[in-house]
């Protein structure tokens, strides 16, 4: 069965980076890790769950929504069938709890707090 894990949050003060990661386990020969676009998304107490980011297959087409970009950038390493999230310049809107997707797979998410 196919699982992602996020991994990477934490707390962070204004302006600080973090990476986080989402690694992908379960997959095979029909469904690799690869193949599939690896899209992160975000969630603030309260409010509704966002698109932050999202990298299609072997690196080659990325998207950055409006509120990160210049600031967040996304990544994949398929030999480790792991996916990155740089955050640059983190700011307290950035807060919350922070998941990657592919095909109709979730992981669990990490949180990020950015402290002011």
């Known amino acids: 069965q196919v699982q992602l894990v996020e991994s990477g949050g934490g707390l962070v003060e204004l302006g600080g980076s973090l990476r986080l990661s989402c690694v992908g386990s379960?997959?095979?020969?029909?469904?690799?890790?690869?193949?599939?676009?690896i899209s992160w998304f975000r969630q603030a107490p309260g409010k509704e769950r966002e698109f932050v980011a999202q990298?299609?297959?072997?690196?080659?087409?990325?998207k950055i929504s409006d509120p990160v970009k210049g600031r967040f950038s996304v990544s994949r390493d398929n030999s480790k069938n792991t996916a990155y999230l740089q955050m640059d310049n983190l700011q307290p809107e950035d807060t919350g709890r922070y998941f990657c997707?592919?095909?109709?797979?979730w992981g669990p998410g990490t949180q990020v707090t950015v402290s002011s």
């Open positions: 379960g997959f095979n020969s029909n469904l690799t890790f690869s193949a599939y676009a």
């Open positions: 997707k592919t095909v109709n797979y």
């Open positions: 990298v299609h297959f072997y690196d080659l087409i990325k």
